[in-house]
């Protein structure tokens, strides 16, 4: 057994498909076939199901591939602490990102990463908080950019920033009218649009909503903030949106205001999450000080 048929294992599973893991893995589909009935040769068990349309994992196989994972995770560990003494600035670093912040933090801090980290190459992945928080703990990731609280305690945190929630509303809603700081029970009894379930900022803005008094508009929810923006502007109720996704260089929409709440205004805190296992926390950390110098937020200490 060695760790390159591990390799071909795992992203077997993570494909069932034997062409599109073995392109993951940059072998032919023959070797990496080979190599998998070796290793159940090898172990004397059947580890996969091949049907003529996908590939599944036998018990045994998903047993074996959960562990495979964490020896993999660990093999990869031993090779960063190597790098890391010759110069722990290169190599590659894997940064998971939800939708509803990276698009909006991005363009603030890509240049500065760059800038600061120039031998080091920066594999972004966007994905719902649930399946960031999954892939941290399988070795996939080496960090997240996620909301506050991680309630996990195989994670570490490093805490960014603070982003405020702002009202949108329809250019024309009676509130577009007025520049003060609305207070939270302009809420009461008003129809929020939210995205769909496994989004941590539905969570968020359903919250809000609750202690405001107001409630879930029925029959829809959103996909992306983007659509959410268009909702607004048709005249179909009100949301909550992150400061960032509503200041430059994202450009206004031209059907929708943004009123900020009267104090404490509803936000969430972002926070650089690892696992408390990664041996690159000076890097992480060091990335963490870049990640926080974004404007139009309130740095966390």
Known sequence: MNLRDLEYLVALADHRHFGRAAAACYVSQPTLSTQVKKL???????LVERGSRSVLLTAAGQEVVTRARHLLDDADQI??????????????????????????????????????FPRL?????????????ERLRAGTLDAALLALPLLDDSLAA?????????????????LAERDEPLP????????????????????????????GGGHERDGFRATSLETLR?????GAGLTLLPELSVSPPVPKHPGVVVRRLAGPAPHRDIALARRASHVDVQL???????LRAVPGVRRLP
């Open 230 to 234: 268009h909702m607004v502007a048709t």
């Open 284 to 290: 992480l950390h060091d990335l963490a000080e870049v």
């Open 158 to 174: 490093e805490p960014l920033f603070r982003e405020d929630f702002l009202l949108a509303l329809p250019v024309d809603h009676e």
């Open 79 to 116: 090779r960063r602490i190597a790098r890391s003494v010759a110069d722990p600035e290169s190599g590659t670093l894997r940064l998971g990102l939800f939708p509803t912040l990276a698009p909006y933090l991005l363009p603030h801090v890509v240049a500065g990463v760059r800038a600061r």
């Open 40 to 46: 159940e040769a090898e172990l004397g068990v059947m």
């Open 184 to 211: 939270p029970d302009v809420l009461s009894g008003a129809e929020l649009l939210l995205l769909e379930d496994g989004h941590c900022l539905r969570d968020q803005a359903l919250a809000v909503c609750t202690m």
């Open 121 to 133: 190459e920066l594999l972004l992945v966007e994905e719902k908080s649930p399946e960031l928080v």
